[in-house]
């Protein structure tokens, strides 16, 4: 099997330079020379030589072994959640003025006065209360949980997929209406069974509406108050809160944060090793608890972030990691292959010359034989290497 290449390395880290004579004697006498197989991958991660060894006059060997070798490189990275949301307080104030317009003395010539008319103008405006309840950080929101109360008047989690901008009104249509009637269909507020989840809100949505206010102790309405409600597509967790209870709060101001209970790591990735990692390549990441999770590369950046001069990359993790908070410190490992099948070799087997040629002295026919091969890399105590006289279970003398 030809292996494959993904980089040169000329780095023999425990190579020795020795000289091109092997000083082994005219009449040693070679015993059976056992050898044992080779083993898996060693505990890190990397392919590895059998540490069994054969002997021959005191002569140390290792099998050649053919397979993959790789390096693992590690990254300091902070374990967060996903998706962060800023629950913003949206309640505003309507108010009505009107206004006599027109009107006067009498026209030129004795005519009448003029006749004044009424205007009428909406005028919104920033509403403001006290905060008498928040959700506890790091608690789990369900579709249905309240988030915060402001006033004692609660504003609801609700899980659905829309964007929810407006007070709907009997005839209003949309995906908004359509998010809000799925999410209260879901809830239970259609018992009988009786709307229609579309883009149309009609009398029957609006009676669902008005049994949703009902339950948490809200005037009822004619209309649908977005800002009652916040909307996300799953179940969320409480990452950060700005407000507390018997706080000020005015309309625009965030109260508090939630996020996806997925859980993210985000690390910064040197230029130089930009292509050593891709998207989709697994890593795993330590966790202060001694536990490894397995995950993979979700995102890294187009670009260079300005401030640190590196990528941004994104870990993603499929598996629950429960018992740590937002933002700790994570370790993140990747496997970066460097050779694919390839002749392994222990890094200790190999002589570079006085020429600059590296060797490997292997056994064959009781006879101590110095052959050149070309390393590819070196990670470990493994190298790979590549030579027409080399091969799967030759044995290489090591010290």
């Not at 005839?171 to 239970?188: F, H, K, W």
């Not at 070309?374 to 493994?382: D, E, L």
Request: glycine fraction near 10%.
């Amino acid at each position: 099997m030809r292996a494959h290449l993904f980089r040169r390395t000329v780095v023999v880290g425990s190579a020795r330079r020795a000289s091109a004579r092997l000083a082994v004697g005219a009449a040693v006498a070679v015993a059976a020379v056992v050898l044992a197989s080779c083993s898996a991958a060693d505990p890190s991660g990397s392919p590895s030589v059998s540490s069994s060894v054969g002997t021959s006059a005191g002569i140390q060997t290792s099998p050649v072994t053919r397979g993959d070798l790789s390096e693992s490189i590690s990254f300091a990275g902070v374990l967060t959640y996903d998706h962060p949301f800023d629950a913003v307080y949206q309640k505003t104030v309507t108010t009505t003025k009107t206004s006599s317009v027109g009107g006067g003395p009498a026209g030129p010539g004795g005519g009448g006065a003029a006749a004044a008319t009424t205007k009428t103008t909406t005028v919104t405006s920033s509403a403001s209360g006290t905060i008498t309840w928040v959700a506890p950080a790091a608690s789990v929101l369900k579709s249905g949980d309240v988030l915060y109360r402001v006033d004692n008047v609660p504003v609801v989690f609700v899980e659905g997929d829309g964007v929810l901008w407006r007070d709907l009104k009997v005839g209003y249509t949309g995906d908004d209406v359509q998010a809000v009637e799925s999410a209260l269909v879901a809830l239970g507020y259609d018992p009988s069974g009786t709307v229609t989840i579309d883009q149309k809100f009609t009398s029957l949505s609006r009676s669902m509406i008005q049994r949703f206010e009902a339950a948490y102790g809200l005037a009822k309405t004619t209309s649908f108050p977005y800002a009652t409600v916040v909307m996300r597509p799953s179940d969320a967790i409480v990452t950060a809160i700005a407000l507390a209870v018997g706080d000020t709060v005015t309309t625009g101001a965030s109260v508090l944060t939630i996020s996806d209970t997925s859980r993210i790591a985000t690390f910064s990735l040197a230029p130089a090793d930009r292509n050593k990692i891709a998207v989709g390549d697994a890593v795993t990441m330590r966790l202060s608890t001694g536990k490894n999770v397995s995950g993979t590369i979700a995102s890294i950046s187009s670009g260079i972030d300005a401030t640190t001069n590196e990528y941004d990359v994104v870990a993603s993790f499929s598996e629950p990691i429960e018992g740590l908070g937002d933002k700790v410190d994570v370790t993140v490992k990747a496997s970066v292959p460097l050779a694919i099948g390839a002749l392994l070799v222990p890094s200790t087997a190999l002589v570079v010359r006085d020429d600059g040629t590296t060797t490997v002295n292997v056994i064959k026919d009781g006879v101590v034989a110095a052959v050149v091969v070309t390393v590819i890399a070196t990670a470990g105590q493994n190298s790979a290497v590549s030579s027409s006289d080399l091969a799967e279970g030759d044995a290489v003398v090591v010290t």
